[in-house]
Nanobody, 121 residues
Framework: QVQIVESGGGLVQPGGSLRLSCAASGGIFSIYAMGWYRQAPGRQRELVATIISRNGTTRYTDSVKGRFTISRDLAKNAVYLQMNNLKPEDTAVYYC??????????????WGQGTQVTVSS
């Protein structure tokens, strides 16, 4: 059974930094991509950043470009999100997502439990 576990959230002042980590384990055949999404109270879940495992291609939502950096560790089936110059509007629950291929060729989505990021003075 695939498990997705996040860590690294917390409370930080505006302008500060945090680094989120996410690791996938259990029954992994092949990972196509991993990424981070976030959901603020009263808002829909939105994509923050994704990275394709095979070639490292990244994608960011406009509001985080230049401030957030996504990276991966293929050996650990892990993905990281370095968040700099954090703003109050970055406050949300951040979810790790993994898109995986099964041995039968099926594509499946897996989600972590979420980690809270709060940016406040």
């Amino acid at each position: 059974q695939v498990q997705i576990v996040e860590s690294g959230g917390g409370l930080v002042q505006p302008g500060g930094s945090l680094r989120l980590s996410c690791a996938a384990s259990g029954g992994i055949f092949s990972i196509y991509a991993m990424g981070w999404y976030r959901q603020a109270p009263g808002r829909q879940r939105e994509l923050v950043a994704t990275i394709i495992s095979r070639n490292g291609t990244t994608r960011y939502t406009d509001s985080v470009k230049g401030r957030f950096t996504i990276s991966r560790d293929l050996a650990k089936n892990a993905v990281y999100l370095q968040m700099n110059n954090l703003k109050p509007e970055d406050t949300a629950v951040y979810y790790c997502n993994a898109i995986m291929w099964s041995v039968t060729g099926a594509q499946n989505d897996y989600w972590g439990q979420g980690t809270q990021v709060t940016v406040s003075s």
